[in-house]
């Protein structure tokens, strides 16, 4: 069964350089057509992928080659400008930036908060509470606010947080987006390897984001090289790969 079809699609965003520009530059710039084209950035270049369920799909490339950007298409979070999206079974996105937590509320309140937000009733919140604490390692830290966290003590309990409620929904689509960086220690990083891993292996379709390439040629039974919005190279982990490391 194909479980992500991604048809031509392409992206650009406008660069917003109009505030370092003189007043002179700004005037020429409403009358140049040209002007326009060079605040285009692409970010997808009439890229297609065919992903079958259950397989797991590396993506790899330089910072601003799309990465990113291509998951965020395929959720729904961006909009494409032209091209085809279709996804069959329930979908997550998961990216390991810490997003998603409100700094004035507590950590109690924001693990509430968010497990409202991704589908979980106040029952089941309250079933996984105690799991979701111990694996975040910030038992000592429940009813302090979140601006008082250091930036590892957010992504780890963004990731804990997130991470136990998409095995409750068991998605049949994970897009994971440089999850693994999450809490930045060994040992938070070995146990959230392991938690991914069980996910990985219940047969979900997913689509791993990571500048750690021994992780993606771990899990990965294909890799797609992005380069500047477009697919350079396709193919087995190891080829791939070894074309990356050595250009």
């Known amino acids: 069964m194909k479980r992500i079809s991604v048809k031509n699609l392409n992206k650009k965003f406008t660069l917003d350089r109009k505030g370092r520009q003189g007043a002179l530059a700004k005037i020429v710039s409403i009358f140049s057509k040209s002007s326009d084209d060079k605040n ?44 085809e999206i279709e996804t069959n079974g329930r979908l997550i996105y ?36 105690d799991e979701i604490v111990e694996f975040s390692g910030l038992s000592e830290f429940v009813d302090a606010k979140v601006y008082k966290f250091s930036s590892g003590m957010i992504t780890r309990l963004n990731f804990s ?11 049949e689509i994970l897009l994971l987006d440089e999850i693994f960086s999450a809490g930045g220690d060994i040992e938070f990083f070995d146990k959230s390897t392991r938690l991914v891993e069980n996910l990985v292996n219940g047969g979900a379709t997913v689509i ?23 697919i350079r190279e396709e193919g087995p982990s190891e080829k791939v790969l070894a074309s990356y490391k050595n250009q």
Request: a positive charge.
């Open 40 to 83: 285009l950035l692409t970010v997808a270049d009439n890229v297609s992928i065919d992903i079958q369920q259950g397989e797991i799909i590396g993506i790899i490339g330089h910072n601003g080659s799309g990465k990113s950007t291509l998951l965020r298409l395929i959720a729904g979070i961006y909009q494409k400008d032209s091209g």
């Open 161 to 171: 947080v997130t991470m136990h409620c998409v095995k409750h929904h068991n998605p």
């Open 94 to 129: 998961l990216n390991g930036y810490g997003q998603g937590l409100q700094p004035r509320l507590t950590m109690r309140e924001n693990i509430s908060l968010m497990g409202a937000l991704m589908g979980l009733s106040q029952n089941d919140i309250k079933k996984r509470f």
């Open 208 to 230: 791993l984001v990571s500048h750690e390439l021994s992780l993606i040629e771990k899990y990965s039974d294909k890799v797609i090289w992005l380069e500047h919005g477009r």
